[in-house]
């Protein structure tokens, strides 16, 4: 008889390369600048424009070359990982919050309480987001402030929304009846009762979000109302790279390449969370 | 039914208030237009005067009633930075910009009905490996980098398309792709599902079991029903087509109300801003209806839903 | 008669026709498709706010003095024009050109400069009407001479060519203002055909145009209006364009090795320097000896190479061209040790903090990354920038004076010196202090009460010698006080044309982008 080495089922299937980008996106934004191969910011004009490594009069001393101002490419996108982490985890956890807080209330109480939030909900959902985003950019001062609450504002509504549907559906549930006989007040009821059951809804619906906030911060900051210099973002890096398309190829491609790998294992992630959690949330 | 249609207008028409609400409310907020419009060594009173002469004096809730007033019977202000009234800078622009989202829908459709159904019929095939990375690195990149690498590509490097504005059909391919690559992922999924549970059910195995031909199957009694669920989305894809347009058109110079908008926020052009959300929310919320009526039509169970 | 005598008879009687058909210009004939990069908002002079607006009313309009191509000022329409002194009050004293006609056919006289003038100063009307606050009446003597007189010396007057534009008033009194905004007439060489928004502008050949020698050779004209830099180029170099203007710096290079393609650079007039508050006692840079480090710590030259790829042209106070240029004036040289003694010699031998507004939205190119590294030499020789990026409108309303607060650190600014080139408004824009109400220092941060006497006297100066005079010894106090900002580069600007096309660069009005001498090859 022989000894089968298995892999234990909770652990089969694990996207390990996603968790592995995720992982070095993490370990960037946490370690701060000690961990940086060269200044983020140093400006070194003799030596700007200078490609990867691997193309003629590249140097590894600028693994993926350096920009028109002659700063490092590369410790620049570590450095920007800093700013999709901090902008991506403040504004799911706020638009979360917010949003799971809000679809709660309504979707329990019912009445006038959930139509005013669905006439929200709807008006909000009738302005394009990233119109809605700029102007609300263009009030405040552009910033990574500025760049979170307008996230949080552009997608509390969906996380209110589907939650809202899930407390529904929840709430003509035995359970919650017995409790309400039973005298258990209403807060009790939210926070024992159907918080633990959305739960798992909401940290699908904040995986599958990562990519998309990182996406949004970088087209505001690409247009130029999102994170401010000196302030590094990869949606910034594009935005300056692109009036010298034809000279850099490197400099529009590498942060590029940088937001797709860390959307990419975020989606990946998430989609592998969500199958193992709650595989009804397909349809997202 | 028609009570049906009459609510969700209803609900559309408030939504469409309520936008230009809060439109109004925040590009007024948003910062000065005239210190934008004058020289940099304008005298104060020049400022005040150019400031009556726009009515930005005003309290806001009377702006605001002006503003209604005046949109109700078609007028939405002249520009603040162009000598032509909103209404007609945004009209010229908003075809081009159905246009573009329109092919973008049909460049993600093109994409993910072949797609959606090999990966239902031959689930680990090669086409279903390709589709689904193909999908997967749709959601994953911003639109205006694929744009910028589509104009890299294609125009700079190899020459064969042109890197700008709206002429014909070689004009369009590249902001097409750039902006309806995104939606792919999320539509393949939808057609695959929708394949796969057709593909289970009993009338298919007759006609299997009648001899009928696989091909024909799949693509003439399978896909009609799976197209179904996709047709009710689309209303909601295109509203995201017209989300996206704002950056794409950016890049592409693509004279649409996208690239309008983005340009008069920066240059606090507010009633081009507001001309512009307003219109583009009116599409908004007419795709979103129409999805709630075909899901109305398909699926009679939701109609009573609030 | 004999032979002889036929010939001599015959050869006279050709030279004089050639001579008279010399005379009588050639009419235009052709088409030419060129493109801008900006485009106008306003097609009339008076309501015009944006230098940009003369790329197209440039081509219409025209005034009684310009530069020719070497920066010389020429009497236009003005035959002859002189300053005098009447009662101790300046009048400027001009005669017209006779025979100059608008787009219209009616004759230019002196009333039209009435009435121009009197829409110039009209508040309602026009955005500079300060600029005409100076004058205190418009004298008609005749049809073609008129005398402006002056309650005091205004040299703005005389550096701004005259200030004037030639509008038709018959014209104006027959359409109305909206039309005469939106179907502009002018006596200059292109009359107004049709305009589209973002589109592109129509321009034809006035057959009846004054000047017989300069003047264009091509009839109808297409101005295409294409910002973005790739569409441009590749226009050109398709050939659906045959000029542009703006070619990108980093491509400039390219353009003048290609085959074909003859190309020109042009300083543009708008003079980009870093503004710094002095004013308050508070801030290290009221200290002279820390300016004068800020300006040993940046190495402008280098800048100018790598990030402007070298369209820029350094000048010390007063560019080359300008009035008052003296080119023993030498700017800051890149001096990083001696900004650092300086600094420690002002209290500072450790560098401070200090915010850094950089203008992100460009309005000329790179000059974000100008800042940048700007920035970055000041941080590096010890004066730590904690660089704050301004889109426009945040970065306009910032550097005004007539709000709360003001400038606390340096700024990223510019403030042209126009064409053939006069600092006296921007001087007194800038290095003037802030007289709330009074004109003075709109956007200053620096107080020096030596200056401001020079700065108010050259104001009232209408005489070119004097000016030039004043110009050099304000030009010298102002650099060794590095007082109202330092200064940094002007852009160059390149235009690229197909070898079919014939272009002479003529500076104003338009800021280099005037077609006045555009053709196409025979």
């Known amino acids: 008889m022989t000894v089968r080495r298995r892999i234990p089922l909770w652990l089969r299937g694990v996207p390990w390369l996603a968790l592995l980008v995720l992982a070095v996106v993490g370990i960037c934004a946490i370690g701060g600048d000690d961990i940086l191969p060269a200044d983020p910011n140093q400006l070194n004009l003799a030596d700007a424009f200078r490609p990867p490594f691997w193309a003629a009069n590249g140097s590894v001393g600028n693994p993926l070359g350096t920009d028109n101002l002659g700063?490092?490419?590369?410790?620049?996108?570590?450095?920007?990982?800093?700013?999709?982490?901090?902008?991506?985890?403040?504004?799911?956890?706020?638009?979360?919050?917010?949003?799971?807080?809000?679809?709660?209330?309504?979707?329990?109480f019912g009445g006038v309480v959930d139509a005013v939030l669905m006439r929200l909900i709807e008006i909000q959902q009738s302005i394009p987001?990233?119109?809605?985003?700029?102007?609300?950019?263009?009030?405040?001062?552009?910033?990574?402030?500025?760049?979170?609450?307008?996230?949080?504002?552009?997608?509390?509504?969906?996380?209110?929304?589907?939650?809202?549907?899930?407390?529904?559906?929840?709430?003509?549930?035995?359970y919650i009846a017995f409790a309400r006989v039973a005298g258990v007040g209403t807060p009790t009821i939210l926070m024992r009762h159907l918080l633990p059951n959305i739960f798992n809804t909401l940290i699908v619906l904040a995986t599958l979000q990562v990519g998309q906030v990182i996406l949004f911060e970088a087209s505001l900051s690409f247009l130029g109302l999102g994170i401010q210099q000196p302030d590094i973002s990869w949606g910034l890096m594009l935005a300056d790279a692109r009036q010298y398309i034809t000279n850099a190829w490197w400099a529009i491609t590498m942060p590029g390449i940088a937001i797709m790998l860390t959307c990419l294992s975020a989606n990946v992630f998430g989609d592998w969370l969500r199958d193992r959690l709650d595989p009804r949330l397909r349809q997202l | 039914m028609s009570r049906f249609l009459l609510h969700r207008l209803l609900q559309g028409l408030v939504s469409i208030v309520g936008a230009s609400?809060?439109?109004?409310?925040?590009?007024?907020?948003?910062?000065?237009?005239?210190?934008?419009?004058?020289?940099?060594?304008?005298?104060?009173?020049?400022?005040?005067?150019?400031?009556?002469?726009?009515?930005l004096d005003l309290p806001l809730w009377h702006q605001y009633v002006i503003f209604a007033w005046d949109a109700l019977r078609g007028d939405f202000g002249r520009s603040y930075r162009w000598q032509m009234p909103a209404l007609r800078l945004i009209l010229d622009r908003l075809p081009a910009t159905i246009l573009l989202a329109?092919?973008?829908?049909?460049?993600?459709?093109?994409?993910?009905?072949?797609?959606?159904?090999?990966?239902?019929?031959?689930?680990?095939?090669?086409t279903d490996r390709?589709?689904?990375?193909?999908?997967?690195?749709?959601?994953?990149?911003?639109?205006?980098?694929?744009?910028?690498?589509?104009?890299?590509?294609?125009?700079?490097?190899?020459?064969?398309?042109?890197?700008?504005?709206?002429?014909?059909?070689?004009?369009?391919?590249?902001?097409?792709?750039?902006?309806?690559?995104?939606?792919?992922?999320?539509?393949?999924?939808?057609?695959?599902?929708?394949?796969?549970?057709?593909?289970?059910?009993?009338?298919?195995?007759?006609?299997?079991?009648?001899?009928?031909?696989?091909?024909?199957?799949?693509?003439?009694?399978?896909?009609?029903?799976?197209?179904?669920?996709?047709?009710?989305?689309?209303?909601?894809?295109?509203?995201?087509?017209?989300?996206?347009?704002?950056?794409?058109?950016?890049?592409?110079?693509?004279?649409?109300v996208g690239r309008t908008v983005v340009e008069a926020v920066f240059s606090r052009d507010f009633p081009v801003v507001q001309a512009g959300v307003l219109f583009t929310s009116i599409l908004f919320v007419l795709s979103n209806l129409l999805v709630d009526l075909t899901y109305g039509i398909v699926d009679p169970r939701i109609r009573d839903d609030r | 008669m004999n032979h002889w005598r036929i010939s001599v008879l015959a050869a006279l009687l050709a030279s004089i026709t050639a001579g008279a058909a010399a005379q009588i210009p050639k009419p235009a004939t052709g088409n030419l498709t060129i493109a801008f990069a900006a485009e106008a908002t306003m097609l009339d002079p008076a309501k015009s706010s944006a230098g940009v607006d003369q790329y197209f009313f440039g081509q219409i309009y025209e005034q009684l003095v310009r530069p020719d191509p070497s920066l010389k000022r020429v009497n236009w329409l003005a035959e002859s024009w002189s300053v005098e002194d009447e009662g101790g009050k300046p009048v400027i004293d001009v005669h017209l050109r006779q025979?100059?006609?608008?787009?219209?056919?009616?004759?230019?006289?002196?009333?039209?400069?009435?009435?121009?003038?009197?829409?110039?100063?009209?508040?309602?009307?026009?955005?500079w009407s300060h600029l005409q606050a100076s004058v205190e009446a418009f004298e008609i003597v005749d049809p073609y001479h008129f005398r402006i007189h002056f309650k005091q010396g205004d040299g703005s007057y005389v550096a701004d060519n005259l200030q004037l534009w030639a509008m038709s008033k018959a014209y104006f009194d027959r359409v109305g203002d909206e039309t005469f905004g939106n179907t502009p007439v002018g006596t200059g060489p292109w009359k107004f055909v049709s305009r589209t928004i973002k589109e592109d502008l129509k321009l034809e050949a006035f057959d009846d145009y004054w000047n017989p020698t300069q003047r264009p050779t091509v009839k109808n004209l297409t101005i295409k209006i294409i910002p973005e830099d790739l569409t441009r180029v590749a226009a050109f170099k398709t050939g659906a364009v045959d000029w542009i203007d703006s070619v990108p710096p980093s491509m400039v290079e390219e353009f003048r090795k290609m085959p074909g393609v003859t190309t020109a650079s042009y300083v543009s007039p708008n003079n980009m320097y870093i503004a710094m508050d002095a004013i308050d006692d508070a801030v290290p840079m009221h200290d002279v000896r820390v300016r004068q480090a800020a300006a040993y710590a940046i190495d402008v030259d280098a800048i100018i190479k790598s990030v402007l790829f070298g369209q820029g042209e350094r000048y010390a106070e007063v560019g080359k061209g300008e009035i008052g240029y003296d080119s023993d004036l030498k700017p800051y040289p890149y001096d990083p040790k001696k900004a650092r003694a300086l600094l420690a010699e002002a209290g500072y031998p450790r560098g401070f903090d200090i915010p850094c507004y950089n203008l992100t939205t460009q309005r000329e190119p790179y000059q974000k990354e100008m800042g940048e590294a700007v920035f970055a030499y000041l941080s590096a020789a010890g004066i730590r920038c904690k660089v704050q990026g301004q889109e426009y409108g945040a970065w306009i309303s910032f550097g005004r004076r007539d709000r709360p607060g003001h400038i606390d650190g340096f700024y990223s600014n510019m403030w042209g010196h126009g064409l053939p080139g006069d600092p006296g408004t921007p001087w007194a824009g800038h290095v003037h202090t802030y007289v709330p109400g009074a004109g003075w220092g709109i956007t200053s941060v620096h107080s020096d009460p030596e200056l401001d006497a020079l700065i108010e006297q050259l104001k009232a100066t209408m005489d070119l010698p004097e000016r030039d005079a004043l110009i050099r010894k304000i030009a010298r106090i102002k650099h060794d006080r590095v007082a109202g900002g330092l200064t940094t580069y002007r852009p160059i600007v390149t235009f690229a044309w197909h070898d079919n096309v014939t272009f002479v660069g003529w500076p104003t009005p338009g800021f280099w982008r005037n077609l006045q001498q555009i053709g196409l090859k025979q």
């Open chain 1, 71 to 108: 700063r490092d490419i590369l410790s620049r996108i570590l450095a920007g990982s800093r700013i999709s982490v901090i902008v991506a985890a403040y504004a799911i956890v706020f638009s979360g919050g917010i949003g799971a807080l809000a679809g709660l209330v309504a979707g329990y």
């Open chain 1, 129 to 174: 987001s990233i119109a809605l985003a700029l102007i609300i950019a263009a009030a405040l001062e552009p910033g990574l402030s500025t760049v979170i609450f307008v996230i949080v504002l552009t997608y509390w509504a969906w996380y209110a929304r589907i939650i809202r549907g899930e407390v529904m559906t929840l709430k003509g549930r035995d």
């Open chain 2, 21 to 55: 609400i809060v439109i109004f409310l925040i590009s007024r907020l948003s910062g000065d237009p005239v210190q934008i419009l004058l020289p940099s060594d304008a005298t104060p009173e020049m400022i005040a005067e150019t400031r009556r002469t726009l009515g």
């Open chain 2, 102 to 126: 329109v092919c973008g829908l049909i460049f993600s459709v093109a994409v993910a009905v072949p797609v959606g159904v090999l990966s239902a019929v031959r689930p680990g095939g090669w």
């Open chain 2, 130 to 256: 390709v589709g689904r990375i193909f999908a997967m690195l749709g959601q994953a990149m911003p639109a205006f980098w694929v744009g910028l690498l589509l104009i890299l590509l294609f125009a700079v490097q190899l020459n064969w398309l042109p890197a700008f504005g709206y002429g014909g059909v070689s004009h369009i391919i590249m902001p097409a792709i750039a902006l309806g690559w995104y939606p792919v992922a999320a539509q393949t999924r939808i057609v695959r599902s929708a394949m796969r549970d057709v593909l289970d059910s009993d009338y298919i195995r007759l006609s299997r079991a009648l001899g009928t031909p696989e091909r024909w199957i799949v693509w003439k009694y399978a896909l009609r029903n799976a197209a179904v669920p996709l047709l009710t989305m689309l209303g909601v894809y295109f509203a995201a087509m017209l989300g996206g347009a704002f950056v794409v058109e950016t890049i592409f110079a693509w004279p649409g």
């Open chain 3, 99 to 127: 025979g100059v006609k608008f787009h219209t056919g009616d004759t230019l006289t002196s009333d039209d400069f009435a009435f121009a003038y009197n829409r110039l100063r009209d508040n309602k009307v026009s955005k």
